[in-house]
């Protein structure tokens, strides 16, 4: 039991932290006008900030039922939920996503969408793991 609440309250510091710090270097790239305000949602594929909440919340459902089904670890669960109510956030507030890094000049993105890419690659990789070791 003691391990299960050690990792519930690491969980919630990542997710605080986390959340905290993409706030702040958006805010920090706000103020020096070197963002871009992304309207559309998920790879800027529909021009509708209300589909971009929406899609965000239903993903966070989605995680929480990973987590109750343990198919997922709770770290990279808290940075997954971290990242989209992040996003969120920036919705309500700012009106779309603020992206504050330029990736060779062919796309914008934040620190949010790198670490929502970078869960799901972690649990593609995870899946594909656990399917080969399965009999």
């Not at 995680?63 to 997954?80: K, N, Q, T």
């Amino acid at each position: 039991m003691a391990i299960k609440q050690k990792n519930f309250f690491f969980s919630i510091l990542i997710f605080v932290l986390f959340l905290l710090l993409d706030q702040y270097l958006k805010i920090i790239s706000f103020l020096r006008a070197d963002v871009r305000l992304n309207e559309m949602t998920v790879f800027s594929l529909f021009d509708s900030n209300n589909l971009g909440i929406i899609i965000g919340f239903f993903a966070i459902l989605s995680v929480f039922y990973f987590i109750v089904r343990e198919i997922v670890d709770s770290f990279s669960a808290a940075l997954m939920i971290s990242a989209i109510t992040s996003n969120i956030i920036d919705r309500f507030i700012w009106g779309g996503v603020v992206d504050n890094w330029q990736f060779f000049q062919i796309f914008w993105f934040n620190l949010a969408d790198l670490a929502i890419t970078s869960v799901i690659f972690y649990w593609s990789y995870q899946y594909l793991r656990f399917k080969k070791s399965a009999p």
